[in-house]
């Protein structure tokens, strides 16, 4: 039955499929107008279109209407032709298209009775006049080629404006993020992290998108970040590059780095210089098989990061050796079809290192993972074209601990320290397979207007088993023969104090996820363009162990916006949108569903001072633990976004964008089954201030029934409603690479508040602060006010000049508000264990702003009039920025006032990376 359901609603959505947009995630199109001298439309003029990008050239003869469209093209620079007997051959070159854009190149044919060919000076467009996509930023090549950052891919949505720390204009950190490569979503299928870390070099660009998108994008309410993949051309072209980052001590000493911990380390003698080192060594080749025919493009990638945080004495180190391989044929004059496979393995010592925890006390990480991408493009006409592909990839990540499995972890209470050993391992198998499909059609004056239907639907089957449990065999390094394998102990100046003990869960959680959306993009009038479309969700959870799906939703998603040409002359548009956004689909929704034999119990001890034994004061059973409510809904976000875009000059840009987001039916936990009684708490920190805060009852701590919920005030000990909302102003500066420079500057306003912070997963049912979740009382005290990631200022400009001699300045400046902090207060145990609780509203302080700035220098060697041989010099952190953006704030614990003068009585846990220098050398031709 199940089958029959899913295949009678993937063929009615493909059903649906006779029309759509004239460009998708990995394409863009090129429109425009012929006309004569007078301004009179010109039917029958032979347009040609041509780039390096594009495989042969295409043509297109213009309608009574003189209008041309080129439809599904690859991102890339472009010539338009256009010929007709008795006017002169006009060309309009440099038109530098990227991915969802579609942009206006109208032409005027001067008459002649001489044939001769003219090349229109006219600068490129920059303006998508019909698109309400708002906010958007294409990193091109010669950005991510020039600007100094990491080369580690994951990172570069944190270049484009509002995002940061992976949260983007307020969404879950992560979760929000739709990770895609060629425009199918290659993330977690647990929680949405990134997964897939591809070679920087072989991208062509990356879109960050996500406001004011139609009904196609769907599945985040963050942003979609998009990787688009090289795919060689007519010419052999080769990329072979090397860097190398050094820390202080390597030699030549001094170049490398230095410190900036002067400040702290009186206070702190074992806070070390945050910094990384960086081996990157990569070779790319691309070219032809048969020239407009099938290209071919390798690259090989040996990346060896070294990362020392502040206050851990040794490297997290990374070792990821990366091929990618990519086909692209045009099988047709109309069908291009493209495949490629990546294969990688991702290898980290002394992951979870950190200022709290020490090198035994880390995992070591093994990661492989295979890729394979497709995509069939098939053009009817220049009024509709098919588009198909798919992914699939494999891998998995399993946690270790850096001293084994038999050894025990101790968190050292009076140092806030982990000591002996990780405490845990963890087994992640992963898998995806993802098929979207989509038919587009230009109706020209059909119901008052010009429409660009686009009709498609999405099908995603994900697998996801999990594994993970605490270490210990029982025999302690400090307690001897404790009697308690796989534990946790906790200790004051190594005096037994708790201990949790977990032998783990082995959870099997599969999901299915079907989405189809319908839009039209109305030309109204030449200046009034309105954007129509509805998507729609429908999402399967499914368990191992379990018949039938246990969890399903379904969800209509509209969203209605328009644009308006402001002057007419399609340099100055209008956008206003209104969207929902249905969160991305994940396992984390219903993994707590696997049967209770996938679970162990959780018991929790504390040290009998009195009989020099551990006591149990707690259990928790896996049997039937948890439950869905009935008629769940899928958390989904309300966007309003208004803004407009001026083409200023050549190949520039400016927008001012406005944005407001609410996140709704988010889903949280609540106990039916629990029970509190009151408990005063006296802060002597805090000036002998009291608090009421929650202690489970001794009838009631063992018994849970939990259920999975939409949450909202009035559940059992829910006493806030549960709620997230962002808006924004954005300011963005877009120069794209013309006359020996380029910038993109950006600022954003903004404010993220609420009572379900914005960390990873908290809107789907894991939004936990310090092992409370939303079904304690204790969680919701003070909670209300500013999120984690609430960075109220955000400024960033990367830019490129070219100057004499051949020599490249490229610079990367961010200055960033620090995340929002709130003073806690950490009980003694209670029936329930130890609470952490806000003494103040939620998020009432932020760190200090962060200035960092990037500096490149560039000196390229022309050899043979082919090759470019570039010497690269790059200062990652100039000024030597020290502001702490991560400090204690458990006052009494981690925070002392009076202590520690440099902090303010706070343990310093993060810094900046120091100053650092790296160098390269790249052979391009």
Do not use: C
């Not at 309105?530 to 379904?554: D, E, H, P």
């Amino acid at each position: 039955m199940k089958a029959k359901s899913l295949a009678a609603l993937a063929a009615l959505l493909l059903a649906l499929a006779p029309a759509a947009f004239s460009q998708s995630r990995e394409t863009g199109a090129i429109v425009g107008t012929i006309t004569d001298q007078q301004g009179e439309a010109l039917p029958g003029v032979t347009v040609t279109v041509s780039g390096t990008n594009l495989m042969g050239t295409r043509t297109f003869v213009t309608d009574r209407q003189g209008s041309y469209r080129f439809p599904a093209l690859p991102p890339g620079v472009y010539s338009v032709k256009a010929e007709l007997q008795g006017f002169k051959t006009v060309i309009r070159e440099d038109i530098r298209l990227t991915t969802t854009t579609r942009l206006t190149a109208d032409l005027a044919m001067v008459q002649s009775v001489v044939e001769e060919e003219v090349t229109v000076q006219a600068h490129s467009p920059t303006v998508d006049i019909k698109s309400t996509e708002t906010a958007s930023v294409t990193l091109s090549n010669e950005i991510l080629r020039n600007i100094p950052y990491s080369q580690f891919t994951a990172d570069i949505v944190n270049m484009a404006p509002g995002v940061n720390d992976n949260v983007a204009f307020g969404a879950s950190s992560d979760t929000g993020i739709a990770y895609t490569v060629d425009g199918v979503n290659v993330a977690d299928p647990d929680a949405g992290s990134a997964w897939v870390f591809l070679d920087h070099n072989i991208i062509e660009e990356a879109k960050v998108m996500g406001v004011g998108l139609p009904a196609e994008y769907g599945n985040f309410t963050g942003v979609i970040f998009n990787l688009v993949t090289k795919s060689g051309g007519n010419q052999l072209s080769g990329h072979f590059e090397f860097d190398f980052q050094g820390k202080k001590s390597d030699a030549p000493k001094g170049l490398w780095g230095t410190d900036n911990n002067s400040q702290f380390i009186e206070d702190f003698p074992d806070l070390t210089t945050p910094l990384n080192k960086l081996l990157d060594v990569n070779a790319h080749l691309g070219g032809p098989i048969k020239k407009d025919k099938l290209w071919f493009y390798v690259g090989l990638q040996y990346y060896h990061q070294q990362r020392y945080p502040a206050g851990f004495p040794e490297a997290l180190d990374y070792k990821e050796p990366r091929s990618f391989f990519k086909l692209t044929s045009q099988l047709t004059p109309s069908t291009n079809l493209t495949a490629s496979v990546e294969v990688d393995t991702y290898l980290r010592k002394n992951r979870d290192g950190s200022a709290t925890v020490t090198p035994e006390a880390t995992v070591e990480q093994v990661s492989p993972e295979v890729v394979a991408n497709f995509s069939l493009t098939h053009i009817f006409g220049a009024n509709s074209f098919f588009d198909v592909k798919g992914a699939y990839f494999w891998g998995y990540y399993y946690l270790d601990p850096t001293t084994g499995k038999d050894l025990h972890t101790h968190l050292e209470l009076s140092t806030n320290r982990w000591l002996y050993n990780s405490g845990y391992f963890y087994y992640a198998d992963r898998s995806r397979l993802q098929v979207n499909a989509s038919y587009t059609h230009y109706a020209e004056d059909f119901i008052r207007g010009n429409h660009d239907f686009k009709f498609g639907v999405e099908v995603e089957r994900s697998g996801t088993r999990s594994r993970y449990g605490y270490t210990g065999n029982g025999q302690d390094a400090l307690f001897g023969n404790t009697g308690l394998p796989f534990t946790q102990f906790q200790d004051y100046y190594g005096e037994p104090y708790l201990a949790y003990q977990y032998e783990g869960y082995d959870k099997n959680s599969p999901y299915t996820r079907i989405e189809g959306f319908a839009q039209d993009s109305w030309q109204i009038t030449s200046r009034l363009n309105l954007n129509l479309g509805v998507r729609l969700s429908q999402n399967w959870g499914f368990v191992k162990g379990v018949s039938g799906a246990v969890y399903k939703t379904f969800r209509v998603a509209p969203r209605l916006g328009f644009t308006y040409d402001i002057l007419g002359d399609k340099t100055t548009v209008f956008k206003a949108h209104y969207g929902r956004y249905t969160e991305g689909m994940f396992a984390s929704y219903h993994d707590r569903l696997n049967p209770a034999s996938a679970f162990k119990d959780s018991v929790g001890y504390y040290w009998d001072t009195d009989f020099h034994e551990w006591v149990e004061f707690s259990r928790t059973v896996y049997e039937e633990l948890y439950k869905v409510a009935d008629n769940i809904k899928h958390p989904y976000m309300n966007q309003f976004v208004v803004g407009i875009e001026r083409e200023l000059f050549k190949d520039t840009s400016f927008s001012v964008n406005y944005i407001n987001r609410r996140w709704n039916d988010i889903i949280g936990l609540y106990d039916k089954l629990a029970d509190y009684d009151p408990y005063t708490v006296t802060v002597r920190d805090l000036n002998n201030k009291q608090f009421q805060i929650w202690e489970r009852t001794d009838e009631t701590v063992d018994t849970h029934e939990y259920i999975i919920a939409n949450i909202k005030k009035g559940d059992p000990w829910i006493s806030l409603d549960p709620y997230r909302k962002y808006w924004g102003l954005e300011f963005v500066f877009n120069k794209r690479f013309s006359n020996r420079w380029q910038l993109l500057a950006s600022y954003v306003y903004s404010k993220a508040t609420g009572t379900i912070d914005n960390g990873m997963a908290d809107d789907i049912g894991y939004g936990s602060r310090r092992s409370m979740n939303t079904d304690d009382p204790n969680f919701w005290i003070s909670d209300e006010g500013n999120l984690t990631y609430d960075p109220t200022h955000q400024i960033k400009v990367q830019g490129t000049y070219i100057l004499p001699l051949g020599i490249s300045f490229s610079a990367y400046y961010r200055g960033i508000t620090g995340e929002a902090w709130t003073t806690e207060y950490r009980t003694p145990r209670l029936n329930q264990g130890r609470v952490t609780f806000l003494a103040e509203p939620r998020g009432a302080n932020h760190y200090k702003m962060t200035n960092l700035l990037d500096l490149r220098l560039e000196k390229i060697f022309t050899l043979q009039s082919r090759y470019r041989l570039g010497v690269i010099f790059d200062v990652f952190n100039l000024f030597n920025d020290s502001t702490i953006t991560s400090w204690g704030t458990r006052i009494g614990y981690d925070w002392t006032p009076g202590d520690y003068p440099s902090s303010d009585g706070h343990e310093v846990l993060s810094l900046p990376n120091a100053r650092q220098a790296r160098v390269g050398i790249r052979l391009i031709f």
